[in-house]
C-alpha cells in the first residue's frame, strides 16, 4: 500500500525567507506527482505536476523536484511571503487494477511572518 | 474558464438520512474524482468516474456510492449518515484519468448530527 509522508508537519518562517517543503513515498510505480496549497476551509489549488518521465518543474517562486527511485520530491519556495501561507499537500498518481488514485500525504502547515 | 464546481457547498444532515452531493467538472474534461478530507484520516479517495463509468473505488462502505452522467457531472451518494461521515467531500476534474492534472472544487463541507 502506497504511504505518502510529509515533513515537516508545520513550519514558520520569517517573511523573505527560502524554504523547502518534503515528500516522501514508498512505492515508486507512480505514474505523476502534485503539489497543492489548501488554505483553511477551502478546496485544493493545483501548483505543479511532475510527470514519472520528469526531473523538475518551475513556477514562478516555485519549484518541484522528483526523484523517482529514492521515493522523494522537494517543493522549493522561493522569497516566502504571508500570502504563502497556507497548508501545502504532495499527492502521487497511482493505477490500481481497474483504474487510478492520488495518495495524499498529511501536508505541511506553512505560516509565513511579516 | 469555469473552475470545477461543487453544490451545495454546506450540509446539516442527522444520523439515518441520506445525502446526495453534485460536481460539474470544468468544460471538456471527462473524468471526475471525489475525496473526503476530515482532519483525523486526510484526505482519502472515493471514486474515479470516466465516460460514465466508476473506474476505480476506495476503501468505504457500500453506503458511498455515486454516478457520472453523459455530460461528465457527477453526483455522489451517502446513505445511512454516520456521525463520522461528517467530512469535507472534494471533487476532481481532469481531462482523462491518469497523466493530467487534477482540478479540485471548493467542497462541499457535510456535518451529521
Known amino acids: 500500500k502506497q504511504e505518502v509522508t510529509q515533513i515537516p508537519a508545520a513550519l514558520s518562517v520569517p517573511e523573505g525567507e527560502n524554504l523547502v517543503l518534503n515528500c516522501s513515498f514508498t512505492?515508486?510505480?507512480?505514474?505523476?506527482l502534485q503539489w497543492f496549497r489548501q488554505d483553511p476551509g477551502k478546496g485544493l489549488t493545483s501548483l505543479l505536476l511532475?510527470?514519472?518521465?520528469?526531473r523538475e518543474q518551475t513556477s514562478g517562486r516555485l519549484n518541484a523536484s522528483l526523484d523517482k527511485s529514492s521515493g522523494r520530491s522537494t517543493l522549493y519556495i522561493a522569497a516566502s511571503q504571508p500570502g504563502d501561507s497556507a497548508t501545502y499537500l504532495c499527492?502521487?498518481?497511482?493505477?490500481?487494477?481497474?483504474?487510478?488514485?492520488?495518495?495524499f500525504g498529511e501536508g505541511t502547515q506553512l505560516t509565513v511572518n511579516p | 474558464k469555469a473552475g470545477v464546481t461543487q453544490t451545495p457547498r454546506y450540509l446539516i444532515k442527522t444520523r439515518g438520512q441520506q445525502v446526495t452531493l453534485s460536481c460539474s467538472p470544468i468544460?471538456?474534461?471527462?473524468?471526475v474524482s471525489w475525496y473526503q478530507q476530515t482532519p483525523g484520516q486526510g484526505l482519502q479517495f472515493l471514486f474515479e468516474?470516466?465516460?460514465?463509468?466508476?473506474?476505480n473505488k476506495g476503501n468505504f462502505p457500500g453506503r458511498f456510492s455515486g454516478r457520472q452522467f453523459s455530460n461528465s457531472r457527477s453526483e455522489m451518494n451517502v446513505s445511512t449518515l454516520e456521525l463520522g461521515d461528517s467530512a469535507l467531500y472534494l471533487c476532481?476534474?481532469?481531462?482523462?484519468?491518469?497523466?493530467?492534472?487534477?482540478?479540485f472544487g471548493p467542497g462541499t463541507r457535510l456535518t451529521v448530527l
Open positions: 476532481a476534474s481532469s481531462v482523462t484519468p491518469s497523466y493530467n492534472e487534477q482540478f
Open positions: 512505492d515508486s510505480a507512480i505514474y505523476n
Open positions: 511532475i510527470q514519472s518521465s520528469q
Open positions: 499527492a502521487v498518481g497511482l493505477w490500481e487494477t481497474s483504474g487510478s488514485r492520488l495518495t
Open positions: 468544460s471538456g474534461h471527462r473524468s
Open positions: 468516474y470516466f465516460s460514465e463509468t466508476q473506474r
